[in-house]
């Protein structure tokens, strides 16, 4: 059974950063594109960043410049680093495969106060 678990949400003022990670069964991890995403309350998940099993990633075009993705494949685990945190990055985040294939972990709760 495919298990995406998320960690390293918290609390944090605007300007501040945040290191995610996610840990995924290494099934699918060595040969699939990974994502992290993002849902904010009353708003559609939407896709943050991907990246390759190479290393190749791309990024929301609104989000470039503060937010880097990268992985571990030795750790089955994907990583998004977060910086110049804005109120408007509030939002439950989660991974997946790139497109989404499997279901949704719990996710990790990022709050950004002004």
């Known amino acids: 059974q495919v298990q995406l678990v998320e960690s390293g949400g918290g609390l944090v003022q605007a300007g501040g950063s945040l290191r995610l990670s996610c840990a995924a069964s290494g099934s699918i991890f060595s040969i699939n594109r990974m994502g992290w995403y993002r849902q904010a309350p009353g708003k559609q998940r939407e896709l943050v960043a991907g990246?390759?099993?190479?290393?190749?990633?791309n990024y929301a075009e609104s989000l470039k410049g503060r937010f880097t993705i990268s992985r571990d494949n030795a750790k089955n685990t994907v990583y998004l680093q977060m910086s110049s945190l804005k109120p408007e990055d509030t939002a439950v985040y989660f991974c997946?495969?790139?497109?989404?294939?499997?279901?949704w972990g719990q996710g990790t709760q990022v709050t950004v106060s002004s």
């Open positions: 990246i390759t099993p190479g290393g190749t990633t």
């Open positions: 997946n495969t790139l497109p989404s294939l499997y279901v």
